[in-house]
């Protein structure tokens, strides 16, 4: 019989004929059990590649639908059922198909992807929804839209185009992004410490490398945006659970980075039975490190968070700055007096430590040869063409730190030689004589016995009873 041969009247499609397997690139399904005949086959074209997009047809509907991941059964065997179901369905693939001539041709045709389609990632991301998230008004104006921005820039076009991408239904904000995919994979990139620019180019990247149409584009601006909703989402959820909880403390720590300002707050609170310890924001400081600056900062900051935090306040911790522990105007003296009910004020022990070890080494040394310390290492940061030359500048040595004496008394031993033959070379005003340097290797080795103390205390797991 021949391939294209129908059935006889009133049996038509009730028989597959095997020649149709090549002919219109189908498989068996399944058959029967006693008499082995073909009852279903399955479509090829779906198994291998899926439903093409109906973007890619020439007569595209004005709403596309959804890319289905179910390949194609059929139990009626009739020519045009096959033919009509490849034309709508696959109809690239199908022309291409149309082309090939051998047997051979046909069935290498579909050996060119690696896994089925159902398999892949454009069969789960094709349907996906869109994430929706509502976020309380307070953390969008107050937090998102004023604390993280420059006073000056409130009123401008980057702060309005920041904010336009939240949408404001009254009692709530919502966030509604359209494409899940994107934003999942934008957001694992910037969590690996990715930057805007870095995390955009890499989403490109893997579009372009996996061919996964759903990515869509990514620039600089589509970032910014998503680390907007994650620290707004982020801040949502942890208002929730710290509404819930009868009581939490914080701590709080100044810093500078890039010439930049930060108060860090962080919370720790027990909930269900477990501590944990959560960083809420770096408060960005765009005025003097005041207790009154930080003080407004961080209850701005805690009023649109935690509404009732000053019933729940139980502790404050901080370094041992005197804008923080100040007993008349500190930033922990003016919340103890926000605060409804008494509280525990905690200050860092490495820092009381510092403290003590200054005093010693104040007694030991006189107060000359911490002056020449200090007087040597402002020159030398200064000698850029030494600086240039050596490919490493002089640390500084900080008050509050006695961490940094062990860097800068490390970094002078270890430069020594060539330090003294350039302040021998400029004459300069500041060159220590050689009884000073001789208690220079003295202190390193101090001072590296007080670091490695240090080091041993600053584990985040560690207790004081340890």
Known sequence: MDGDVLPAKGKKGSKFIDAHLSRFGLKIGTRNQQTQLVETVVCRFCLAFGKEDDSLHENASSKPRRQSTTPKHFNRFRTELFEGYMKRMHPLKWHDYTTLTTDEEKSDFFSSPPVPYVATMQAAFGSEGAIQLT?????????????LFHPDDLEGVPHARAMAIFTDEGKHFMIDEKNPSRFRLCVR??????????????????????????????????????????????????????????????????????????????????????????????????????????????????DALVPSWRHQLLGVATDGAATMVGNTNGVTTRLEQAAAYPIKRVWCGLHQLDLKMQIVFDNALNESYLGTLKSLIGYLRRQQNLITEMRTTCPKVADTRWLSMYQVTKWLCSNGFRVREYLVQTAAPCSPNTVWWVFLYALREISREANAVFVSLQGRGTLIQQ
């Open 135 to 147: 976020i309380k008004p307070a953390i969008i104006n107050t937090i998102i839209g004023d604390l």
């Open 189 to 302: 990139f910037m969590s690996r410490g990715a930057s805007f620019h870095m995390a955009a180019a890499l989403v490109n990247d893997t579009k372009e490398e996996t061919g996964i149409g759903r990515f869509g584009g990514c620039s600089d601006a589509v970032a910014a945006r998503y680390a907007r909703y994650v620290c707004a989402a982020s801040l949502q959820d942890l208002s929730m659970h710290l509404g819930g909880v009868w009581a939490f403390s914080l701590a709080l720590d100044c810093a500078t980075h890039q010439g930049r300002s930060y108060t860090d707050v962080r919370c720790r609170f027990s909930l269900l039975g477990r501590l944990f310890n959560f960083h809420l924001l770096a408060i960005p400081l765009y005025n003097r490190h005041t207790a009154a600056n930080i003080f407004n900062a961080v209850t701005k900051f805690m």
